[in-house]
């Protein structure tokens, strides 16, 4: 029976998740018991668990819920916090995070957010970020313009590694400055954080996208914008794209301050 019960737990793992019913919900933990499978997910886990929706305790339960899309890093969606740390659930392995027996697994959603249901945030806030630095390159009209601006190679390289940005919300969830705010009325003097920061360098360094510069580094120079970061550094260790944010801070902070400077010269 001891051989039974040992062999029972290895070839299984122990999934904890937080749940929440709905906004202004209480929270409450659920466990369940996943079976290993080789290359198995987080994601492939939930699955599991949607189609067996059966605590340790026995008790049927509904199914829980999560966001996700891509699967495999790219769209961001998936983010929540993972035994303690912010992540792409997508690529984090039950091997790797949970490699032996009797191992758990927590699941928590990112805290920075508010939660739709269990594992599920709302990200709004943060796309409302990138629409407030115009996150995006002006165009007039769909019809064909001719060729753009010549970049060197090195300029390439450099705002390529910019773009992979997936609005994920790591280094959002991670940040100490970022700060759960749920009245939208709020969003635009609190925090606009490093996501938001990072890309209004890609599209100021953009030879077409500097046409909205100024307008850009208005917001940053504002409340809320890149003065307000305290420089822990927590979205660089985070970032999963591995995008060099503590730079675009750097890099927003000079042109913030010569656009302050310029600014008061012609007035």
Same mark, same amino acid.
């Given at each position: 029976?001891?051989? !039974?019960?040992?062999?029972?737990?290895?070839?299984?793992?122990?999934?904890?998740?937080?749940?929440? *019913?709905?906004?202004?919900k209480a929270s409450?933990?659920?466990?369940?018991?996943?079976?290993? #499978?080789?290359? %198995?997910?987080? $994601?492939?886990?939930?699955q599991w668990i949607a189609a067996h929706p059966v605590t340790v305790e026995g008790?049927?339960? !509904?199914?829980?819920?999560?966001?996700?899309?891509?699967?495999?890093?790219?769209c961001g969606a998936c983010t929540m916090v993972i035994n303690g740390k912010v992540r792409q659930s997508c690529s984090a392995l039950i091997e790797n995070i949970a490699p032996n027996a009797g191992d758990v697994v927590s699941l928590e959603p990112m805290s920075k957010f508010p939660v739709i249901r269990d594992l599920w945030v709302d990200r709004t806030r943060m796309f409302e970020a990138l629409k407030r630095v115009k996150a995006w390159v002006p165009i007039d009209g769909t019809y064909n313009l001719g060729a753009g601006p010549k970049e060197s190679p090195e300029q390439q390289a450099t705002r390529y590694t910019l773009s !992979?940005?997936?609005?994920?919300?790591?280094?959002?969830?991670?940040?100490?400055?970022y700060l759960l #705010?749920?009245?939208?009325?709020?969003?635009? !003097?609190?925090?606009?954080?490093?996501? %938001?920061?990072?890309?209004?360098?890609?599209?100021? #360094?953009? #030879?077409?996208?500097?046409?909205?510069?100024? *307008?850009?580094?208005?917001?940053?120079?504002?409340?809320?914008?890149q003065s307000d970061c305290?420089? /822990?550094?927590?979205?660089?260790?985070?970032?999963?794209?591995?995008?060099?944010?503590?730079?675009?801070?750097?890099? $927003?902070?000079? /042109?913030?301050t010569i656009h302050a400077i310029t600014s008061w010269l012609r007035r």
């Amino acid at each position: 029976m001891i051989a !039974t019960q040992e062999s029972t737990k290895a070839s299984t793992v122990r999934i904890r998740v937080k749940r929440c *019913d709905g906004p202004g919900k209480a929270s409450y933990w659920q466990a369940f018991d996943v079976p290993r #499978e080789p290359g %198995a997910n987080i $994601i492939s886990c939930l699955q599991w668990i949607a189609a067996h929706p059966v605590t340790v305790e026995g008790l049927k339960t !509904t199914p829980v819920v999560w966001d996700s899309g891509c699967l495999e890093e790219v769209c961001g969606a998936c983010t929540m916090v993972i035994n303690g740390k912010v992540r792409q659930s997508c690529s984090a392995l039950i091997e790797n995070i949970a490699p032996n027996a009797g191992d758990v697994v927590s699941l928590e959603p990112m805290s920075k957010f508010p939660v739709i249901r269990d594992l599920w945030v709302d990200r709004t806030r943060m796309f409302e970020a990138l629409k407030r630095v115009k996150a995006w390159v002006p165009i007039d009209g769909t019809y064909n313009l001719g060729a753009g601006p010549k970049e060197s190679p090195e300029q390439q390289a450099t705002r390529y590694t910019l773009s !992979t940005c997936m609005s994920c919300g790591c280094c959002l969830e991670a940040c100490p400055q970022y700060l759960l #705010e749920e009245d939208p009325k709020k969003w635009p !003097t609190s925090f606009i954080g490093a996501a %938001a920061m990072n890309q209004a360098r890609l599209f100021n #360094e953009h #030879e077409t996208g500097k046409q909205l510069k100024k *307008d850009r580094l208005d917001v940053l120079m504002g409340p809320g914008g890149q003065s307000d970061c305290g420089n /822990s550094q927590n979205c660089v260790k985070v970032c999963p794209k591995e995008i060099p944010l503590d730079e675009s801070w750097a890099a $927003i902070g000079r /042109s913030v301050t010569i656009h302050a400077i310029t600014s008061w010269l012609r007035r």
